[in-house]
């Protein structure tokens, strides 16, 4: 599985955005944005650059990578997928890569960033409807069960986050449920607009790929 081995907090720092890929580190005063709150490298804290539209769609096209971890092959096919459906690309594309069963997992609070959620699946220790499912990139549909291995010697960790979910359940997505005390996560129904991120501005990734 191909992965981006660059520092976490660089990556932030690049974009000029928190994209939390440390977890709660990203909500503490250690966040490297919080410290340095310029582009990494020595001409940093001066550099200014004017950015034209071509650079405002390739910077939140890379920041959309970067949020979901994906690297640039996997990322295009999404979006091709998503301008291939009826309805609007870019709801349809944010849609996919939410209802990935990483996103999910992240999303409802179980685990502290979607790396984490990458390696509970990988290791075996998700399943959906019953059966084993080691692959992050699985789309989840609508009725569909996610729950935790009994076995797992993370389950008293899972709770405690589920817990904490719980107390604040503002921040869990209408279109899925979670109950912390069998750490059971349900699809009611498909993301629509009003359940999607943004903090993206999805209509500069899809003008960026129809180029």
């Given at each position: 599985m191909a992965r981006n081995l660059d520092p976490k907090c660089k990556q932030c720092r690049r974009i000029g955005e928190k994209l939390f890929?440390?977890?709660?580190?990203?909500?503490?005063?250690k966040c490297a944005l919080v410290k340095r709150k310029y582009p990494p490298g020595?001409?940093?804290?001066?550099r200014r650059i004017r950015v034209s539209e071509y650079g405002l769609q390739l910077r939140e096209k890379q920041k959309a990578k970067k949020m979901y971890r994906l690297m640039e092959t996997q990322f295009a096919n999404y979006v091709k997928k998503a301008m291939n459906l009826s309805g609007d690309a870019g709801n349809n594309l944010l849609g996919l890569l939410e209802q990935r069963l990483?996103?999910?997992l992240y999303r409802t609070g179980i685990v502290k960033s979607r790396d984490a959620a990458?390696?509970?699946i990988s290791h075996g220790l998700i399943k959906v409807n019953g059966k084993k499912v080691d692959i992050p990139s699985y789309i989840l549909r609508v009725g569909e069960v996610v729950t935790v291995k009994?076995?797992?010697?993370?389950?008293?960790?899972?709770?405690?986050?589920?817990a904490k979910t719980k107390k604040e359940n503002e921040s869990l997505p209408n279109w899925?449920?979670?109950?912390?005390?069998?750490?059971?996560?349900?699809?009611?129904?498909?993301?629509d607009a009003a359940d999607l991120?943004?903090?993206?501005?999805?209509?500069?990734?899809?003008?960026?790929?129809?180029?």
């Open positions: 890929l440390k977890g709660e580190r990203c909500n503490s005063t020595v001409h940093g804290p001066k990483d996103s999910v990458r390696q509970a009994d076995s797992s010697i993370l389950v008293k960790q899972f709770k405690e986050e589920g899925i449920s979670l109950d912390p005390k069998i750490l059971e996560i349900k699809v009611l129904t498909a993301p991120p943004h903090n993206l501005d999805i209509r500069l990734i899809i003008e960026y790929y129809s180029r």
